[in-house]
C-alpha cells in the first residue's frame, strides 16, 4: 500500500501467479486507491498475454488494455481476464496479428512515446 500524493487515498497493489509460475514477475497485477474517505477505485488489471517470462517480453507481449472493474467483481473479472490470455496466447500461436480484441477487452503491444 503506497500513499498518493495525487489522490485523496492509498494506492493499494496485488499481484498473483498460477502454480508453477516459473517467473519472478507475476502472471497478472492489480491496483486501485482506497480513499481516506473508505471510497474505493475501480480496480485496474494488468496482464500480458505470454507463457514467456514478463519481463523480457514487456514490449513484444500483448497486454490487456482498459481493463478494470469493481471490487465486488474481482474474483469473476481475473478468471475471465485469464481465460482471455490463453486465447490471446493460442489465436497469436495461430498466426493472428495484433491488436486482438476478445470480444471484451483489446489486447495490444505496449506503447512507448518519445518525449
Same mark, same amino acid.
Given at each position: 500500500?503506497?500513499?498518493?500524493?495525487?489522490? /485523496?487515498?492509498?494506492?493499494?497493489?496485488?499481484?498473483?501467479? *498460477?502454480?508453477?509460475? *516459473?517467473?519472478?514477475?507475476?502472471?497478472?497485477?492489480?491496483?486501485? @486507491? +482506497?480513499?481516506?474517505?473508505?471510497? +474505493?477505485?475501480? @480496480?485496474e488489471?494488468?496482464?500480458?498475454?505470454?507463457?514467456?517470462?514478463?519481463?523480457?517480453?514487456?514490449?513484444?507481449?500483448?497486454? +490487456?488494455?482498459?481493463?478494470?472493474?469493481?471490487?465486488?467483481?474481482?474474483? @469473476?473479472?481475473?478468471? /475471465?481476464?485469464w481465460?482471455?490470455?490463453?486465447?490471446?496466447?493460442?489465436?497469436?500461436?495461430a498466426? /493472428?496479428?495484433?491488436?486482438?480484441?476478445?470480444?471484451?477487452?483489446?489486447?495490444?503491444? +505496449?506503447?512507448?512515446?518519445?518525449?
Amino acid at each position: 500500500m503506497l500513499k498518493s500524493t495525487e489522490a /485523496e487515498g492509498r494506492i493499494v497493489l496485488g499481484a498473483g501467479s *498460477p502454480a508453477g509460475w *516459473p517467473h519472478d514477475l507475476p502472471a497478472i497485477e492489480l491496483w486501485a @486507491v +482506497v480513499g481516506f474517505d473508505g471510497a +474505493v477505485s475501480d @480496480v485496474e488489471i494488468r496482464c500480458a498475454a505470454t507463457d514467456g517470462d514478463p519481463l523480457m517480453k514487456v514490449y513484444n507481449a500483448l497486454n +490487456v488494455q482498459q481493463c478494470k472493474c469493481q471490487l465486488a467483481d474481482l474474483p @469473476v473479472t481475473l478468471k /475471465e481476464v485469464w481465460i482471455a490470455r490463453r486465447e490471446v496466447i493460442a489465436r497469436l500461436k495461430a498466426g /493472428e496479428s495484433p491488436p486482438i480484441f476478445d470480444g471484451k477487452w483489446n489486447w495490444a503491444r +505496449v506503447q512507448m512515446d518519445l518525449l
